[in-house]
């Protein structure tokens, strides 16, 4: 697959379309959308995005240090047109890779009870009881990573 990832930066035309992005896929089935200072307070984050042959953003991700050692796994988000493609796999395989070369041993996440075995099939673990977020079921998971 032509799948090419790297790290955007907060407030670039390529941050605006991470958002647009996460809007779609995320947010709006939900009917709700972000705040302008939900996105404020990202501009110290980690930008993961997938891009296909054309150059086109296909997938996102967001990397928020929680505590120490913890990062947290955030706005997971592949265009419909790409599911179960591998796209959504390789990107949290990448951003396992980036969080620990910032030193970060565990990852956190809160995930949608829809995309549980999603995470579980790339080695999360379910943490806890199932919890309401963004009007959804969740449930938090977690990993340790570089094992
Ligand atoms: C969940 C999501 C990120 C997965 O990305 P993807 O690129 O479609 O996933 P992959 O193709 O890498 O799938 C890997 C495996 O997980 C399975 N899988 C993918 N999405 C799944 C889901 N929602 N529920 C259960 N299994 C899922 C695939 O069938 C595949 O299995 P296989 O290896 O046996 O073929 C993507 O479908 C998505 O953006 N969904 C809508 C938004 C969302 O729910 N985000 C997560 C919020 S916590």
Do not use: C
């Amino acid at each position: 697959m032509n799948i090419l990832i790297h790290t955007i930066d907060f407030g670039t035309p390529e941050y605006d379309e991470a958002v647009r992005l996460r809007f779609d896929v995320l947010r709006a089935p939900l009917g709700l959308n972000y705040t302008p200072e939900q996105l404020a307070e990202e501009y110290d984050q980690v930008h993961l995005a997938g891009f296909d042959r054309k150059g086109a953003m296909v997938a996102y991700l967001n990397l928020t240090p929680a505590s120490e050692g913890v990062v947290k796994m955030r706005q997971v988000a592949v265009a419909p047109a790409w599911h179960g493609k591998g796209v959504g796999s390789m990107l949290v395989a990448e951003s396992e890779k980036t969080a620990l070369s910032l030193g970060f041993s565990i990852m956190t996440l809160h995930a949608r009870e829809t995309a549980v075995s999603f995470y579980e099939r790339l080695g999360y673990s379910r943490v806890g009881e199932r919890f309401e977020e963004v009007t959804i079921p969740h449930f938090k998971m977690e990993k340790t990573l570089g094992r």
